[in-house]
């Protein structure tokens, strides 16, 4: 009897047998349909065996075997097993979940990239004016077939979603014919520069075809992105293909074009989750075939089989997004680096900040170091930086009179300047004089935030909105106070102090849609702003030539938060927003507005030196038995009362002092934020000196939290917790 086990989206941790009688071991990495409780469902078969592990009576047959793409490589199932092993997630979720949701779909698939399409004799001929005004997309397609030549379905949809039904009229018609994919002309490279002795000694040891983690550690400016360049071009040379991994995508699509113009020989694809269902799947498909040479993509495109991969990258490996926080918990760093060591290729992790995690490792050995301490020539040297004492300050609506000064300055030199505020809306609260009522969010333990330009209170944990009370809620009384700054506040005091002044604002609710954002980066570039106010959207990788002045309010709660990791993030943040200032050849400045200008963390800002800061601060985390010195898991669990959530916390923590292993379980407590959305939620932490003690007792936990855990409580571990 042949036995396919199957790998269902189901949460539960187990394969699924079936009869295959006809199936062998080409089989596996297969899509199937097969038939589950009243439905037919897709999964994917990982392994054939000849015995069944239930009872033979009870085994249905496998429906369909779907043969639209090749099956997944093996070295991609095995990438599947260590996820869902070391995060302790059912394999059928981590299976089903990193395919692109066509491939979920009950549905074969027909695949469409890289056809190309060109004008016949006749289509030539036609003239464009004897087609309809109203088909006005039909136009469109022949008009830019007549004036460019052949096309690809992919270019055709940008014209048109619909251009593949326009293209088959057109084919039956004999105006259009399927063409091979033409030859793409090398002629139009811009040159790589030259490279500095730095880079040159950094990339002599790298080597391609050799596992090896790299720590790239750079400054702002220093060039990491030439190194980047250079290793793709090494592993493109050999024929192999580049896996490149960025925190957000939307917000750098200069590195596609950059990748574009310096490869333009090759085919670079994007895998994020901003791609629509079509064009995400053609993406994968084009990265699984081989046909396309670079990937670039945020943490979901680490899961891309990739046949010939030759090196990875992480761009700013230090950034939380590479963190999922719901499913598979995963890193995507963490994830890249053990699939670089299975293919046997080297993986890059950049940043100007490193996470401590790699550093650590970098200073252990574990990692190779690569250093780029010099800001490359075209970057003038790093801005110099000081604090304003806020505590001594006269503040006009949280601005100080030397921030205003150095903005007006800006002005009239005509250069830019930045305000950074992590905070987005007008004011954190809204309070009530009277009574101290506070807008309160009713699903979660979270404050409502004004936004006042939509006359509206948002919870920006659950989405929750409502209108903005004429009168407040508990008295009556109408006179209603907003307490603190958001970026709406500070922009609209910035007009008043400035009204000749062009200022931009952005943040998640400014470039909520996805084509705003490149074209308020163009307008920065072309100088059509004077002053940006935004949240650590503007932290990332942008070039910002005539930026001479960055302003930071408000980075004082991170410096005594109860959250271990939060000095390490803000550090990382305003170095990051500070590199933003004195590029090319205007000297800039950075002014920090603080009530604790002595903190060391500033002191090692204004000395530029992460080094000497991670340093002190892996001090404090090893003497304080934290990571990465200790590693973590965290139990979350939540339903709609509390003392489910406690009850079912308290029996984990007690069949866990059974288990018995070198971890220390501490007590369960409510979590950082016990209520949100309408849930309560509450936590429970395991700790351990090593990894693998860690893991085996995660082994043994987790079947008795299955057992525990009744139908009214959602649960989940967190292996490597970033948020608490
Ligand atoms: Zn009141
Ligand atoms: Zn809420």
Redesign the pocket.
């Known amino acids: 009897m042949t036995i396919a086990r199957v790998a269902l989206d189901v949460p539960v941790a187990c394969l699924f047998d079936y009869a295959a009688p006809s199936l062998g071991r080409e089989c596996i990495g297969k899509r199937v349909l097969v038939p589950f409780g009243k439905r037919q469902i897709v999964g994917m078969v990982m392994e054939i065996a000849n015995q069944p592990s239930i009872s033979p009576q009870r085994i249905k047959p496998v429906s369909f075997v779907f043969q639209d793409i090749p099956a997944i490589p093996a070295k991609t199932l095995a990438l599947f097993r260590f996820c869902s092993d070391y995060y302790h997630h059912p394999l059928g979720q981590v299976v089903m979940n990193a395919l692109p949701s066509r491939l979920r779909r009950n549905k074969p698939i027909t695949q469409n990239a890289n056809r190309w399409f060109d004008l016949t004799e006749t289509g030539r001929r036609v003239d464009l004016s004897t087609i309809p005004a109203i088909n006005v997309l039909r136009r469109k397609l022949l008009e830019r077939l007549k004036t460019e030549g052949a096309l690809e379905i992919h270019e055709a949809r940008k014209i048109a979603a619909s251009a593949q039904k326009s293209l088959n009229e057109f084919t039956e018609l004999g105006w259009v014919q399927e063409i091979a994919p033409p030859a793409i002309s090398e002629s139009r490279a811009i040159p790589a520069p030259e490279l500095n002795a730095e880079q040159e000694q950094v990339l002599r040891p790298i080597r391609m075809g050799e596992f090896a983690c790299w720590l790239l550690f750079g400054v702002t400016g220093s060039g990491k992105t030439e190194i980047y360049m250079s290793l793709i071009s090494q592993a493109l040379v050999k024929g192999k293909q580049a896996l490149f991994l960025v925190p957000e995508i939307n917000l750098s699509p200069q590195l596609e074009a950059l990748l574009k113009m310096r490869f333009p020989q090759c085919r670079v694809v994007c895998l994020h989750s901003g791609l629509n269902e079509g064009a995400r799947l053609e993406n994968w498909l084009l990265a699984q075939s081989g046909q396309a040479q670079i990937i670039l993509g945020t943490r979901l495109a680490v899961f891309t089989p990739i046949p010939n991969l030759g090196v990875i990258i992480v761009d700013e490996e230090h950034d939380a997004s590479f963190k999922q926080q719901e499913g598979l918990r995963y890193s995507a760093r963490d994830v890249a680096v053990y699939s670089a060591k299975q293919a046997n290729v080297p993986v890059i992790l950049g940043s100007a900040t490193p996470s401590l995690e790699s550093y650590q490792h970098a200073l252990s050995g574990r990692y190779n170091m690569a250093i780029l301490s010099r800001r490359a020539p075209e970057n003038a040297a790093l801005p110099p930086l000081r604090c304003i004492d806020i505590r001594r300050a006269k503040l006009n609506e949280g601005l100080s009179e030397t921030l205003i000064a150095a903005l007006k300055e800006r002005l009239q030199r005509r250069e830019q300047s930045l305000i950074f505020i992590n905070r987005r809306g007008y004011a954190p609260v809204l309070m009530c004089c009277a009574c101290a009522w506070i807008s309160g969010?009713?699903?979660?333990s979270?404050r409502?935030v004004l936004h006042l330009r939509e006359k509206q209170l948002r919870?920006h944990?659950?989405?929750?909105e409502e209108c903005v009370p004429s009168a407040c809620p508990n008295c009556g009384n109408v006179d209603l106070i907003p307490l603190g700054q958001g970026t709406q506040r500070v922009e609209s005091a910035l007009s008043d102090l400035f009204p000749s002044a062009r200022i931009l604002r952005i943040d998640r609710d400014t470039t909520r849609r996805k084509a705003m954002w490149p074209g308020m980066l163009k307008s920065i570039q072309e100088q059509q702003v004077d002053i940006l106010v935004g949240t650590q959207i503007l932290s990332k990788g942008h070039d910002f030539p005539n930026l001479s002045l960055v302003g930071i309010l408000n980075a004082d709660s991170s410096l005594y938060s109860t959250d271990f990791r939060a000095s390490e993030r803000l550090f990382a943040q305003l170095m990051q927003v500070a590199g933003r200032a004195g590029r090319a050849d205007i000297p800039g400045e950075v002014l920090i507005q603080t009530q604790f200008s002595d903190h060391p963390l500033f002191e090692a800002l204004r000395r530029n030196d992460y080094s000497a800061f991670a340093e002190t601060l892996l001090a404090e985390r090893r003497h304080a038995g934290l990571p990465p010195f200790m590693h973590q898991a965290l139990l979350r669990a939540e339903a709609t009362r509390s003392s489910t959530v406690m009850n079912f916390l308290a029996d984990a923590a007690k069949v866990a002092s059974r288990v018995d292993h070198e971890v220390t379980v501490y007590d369960p407590v409510p979590a950082h934020m016990p209520r949100?959305?309408g849930r309560e939620r509450g936590q429970l932490l395991v700790q351990g000196a090593s990894r693998k003690k860690l893991q085996a007792f995660l082994n043994d936990w987790y079947p008795k939290l299955t057992e525990k855990a009744g139908k009214k409580v959602r649960w989940a571990l967190d292996v490597d917790p970033l948020d608490f």
């Open positions: 969010c009713s699903r979660c979270s409502l919870c944990h659950c989405g929750h949100l959305a």
